[in-house]
């Protein structure tokens, strides 16, 4: 039995768990989960109560929210190198890994669900405004090829998640960073490898529509 389980649905962001778990190279084993069935059964509310996914259970330890699943994976695999490696690399990785899980990712989700702030809301929303997030981003991706700089870890992969289907959703603009970027990801073999699985789990399912 593999030391850690993997419970995803292949159309979530559990596609960014898996991502990471094929950067670092871990043995896993895959639990499925379905909306509204077995991701609000008893048996997965006991893992996540709040019955979403991606989670992992990892030698009996469970981690959940997809920021923090690429960190913990980077630090419980350290042969990958996906860790900073220094003080110089800890601070953008922890800035960015965290600013992508909160200003982008609610920035993005008021904006779909056609929640605009006001000018006196805005100082009291943590990310401002969705313009003022997107230009943040465009000028961070256009000044390095990663996160830390030259060098590709963990943060990546969620940080990098939010603009691959930010642009392929049209929930983020057309940048020409952002197009770079996305491209410096999408040629990763562990991205390419992730990205196979879930598209052929997602076929299979939708072909037994």
Not at 129 to 137: G, I, M
């Amino acid at each position: 039995m593999a030391e850690l389980t993997f419970y995803t649905n292949p159309m979530s962001r559990g596609q960014i768990a898996r991502w990471m778990l094929e950067e670092v190279g871990a043995e896993y084993e895959q639990v499925l989960l379905d909306y509204g069935g077995s991701m609000k059964g008893a048996e997965y509310l006991a893992v996540n109560p709040m019955g979403k996914v991606p989670a992992i259970v990892h030698r009996g330890r469970v981690v959940t929210e997809g920021a923090a699943i690429c960190a913990y994976l980077a630090d419980a695999f350290p042969a990958a190198g996906l860790a900073p490696r220094d003080d110089d690399e800890r601070a953008p990785y922890y800035r960015w890994l965290f600013f992508s899980a909160g200003p982008v990712y609610s920035a993005i989700t008021n904006r779909s669900f056609v929640c605009h702030t006001e000018h006196r809301q805005r100082v009291m929303a943590g990310y401002g405004h969705y313009e003022q997030v997107v230009d943040v981003l465009d000028r961070q991706i256009a000044g390095s090829d990663y996160v830390c700089g030259t060098r590709f870890t963990a943060a990546d992969v969620y940080f990098g998640s939010q603009i691959i289907w930010g642009t392929q959703f049209g929930t983020l603009p057309k940048r020409d960073s952002f197009a770079a970027y996305v491209e410096r990801l999408a040629a990763r073999p562990a991205y390419r490898k992730a990205k196979g699985i879930d598209d052929a789990l997602i076929a299979g399912m939708q072909a037994q529509q």
